[in-house]
């Protein structure tokens, strides 16, 4: 039977990442035992924050908040986001709960959700959980030959070692870059892994244009 704690997380439409006992160098605060990495992965996040979001206050940051500190407190941990400032390392920490590799794209590649997911909090424990230890296995980018990933963006990108955001975003907001904004990003399309997790039309589309207008404010 599953942890009451990951079955909590569940029920509260999140999906619990990766798992990890803390040690010295973790940039946590010092009470801090164990931590649960938490966000989406697939689209039932999503479907709940398009049922609840406020249309006065739509930031899904906000409403990742407004659910996850609750829950938190009944669950007697704290709360971090990913979209905290300064930035939390979550990617390092996802390294340290074997929650997924570097994928060519820059992206944490999970498992069993592929490119499908995103860190939005992690839960920090004062107590450590008698949980079994999650493995990244072997890493799938390694063994994919064609790197489908790498040769799907319109405007090359992604070279499989750094990400040309101008480019991209510059594609985006142009009229040959519809298909890219309506439908998602090709190159995380081409992944062939954790397929059965794609996001729905409207997750892609909500998270294409939340690129957009962050790259309209940067860009000329």
């Known amino acids: 039977m599953e942890h009451p704690v990951l079955i909590r997380i569940r029920a509260e439409a999140f999906t619990p990442l990766g798992w990890f006992e803390t040690a010295g160098g973790d940039l946590l605060p010092e009470n801090t035992r164990f931590v649960i990495l938490i966000g989406n992965a697939g689209p039932a996040m999503f479907r709940r924050f398009a049922r609840e979001r406020d249309p006065l206050r739509h930031a899904m940051d906000d409403w990742t908040r407004d659910v996850v500190i609750p829950m938190a407190e009944d669950l007697g941990a704290q709360a971090v986001f990913a979209f905290d400032s300064p930035p939390r390392p979550f990617l390092t920490w996802a390294r340290k709960a074997q929650a997924g590799h570097v994928s060519p794209l820059g992206l944490n590649i999970h498992p069993i959700y592929g490119l499908w997911h995103a860190y939005r909090a992690a839960l920090l424990f004062p107590v450590v959980f008698d949980l079994p230890r999650t493995s990244a296995g072997a890493h799938p980018c390694e063994s994919c030959a ?6 799907s963006c319109p405007v090359g990108a992604f070279d499989g070692q750094s990400y040309n955001l101008k ?11 519809h298909q890219c904004l309506s439908g998602g990003c090709l190159a995380r399309l081409a992944c062939p892994v954790g397929k059965s997790y794609e996001y729905t039309p409207p997750q892609k589309q909500f998270h294409m244009r939340a690129f957009l207008a962050a790259r309209q404010k940067e860009l000329p």
């Not at 064609?146 to 040769?151: D, G, Q």
């Not at 975003?169 to 009229?175: E, N, R």
């Open 146 to 151: 064609s790197k489908p990933c790498l040769s």
């Open 167 to 177: 480019a991209c975003g510059q594609h985006i907001m142009s009229d040959a870059g």
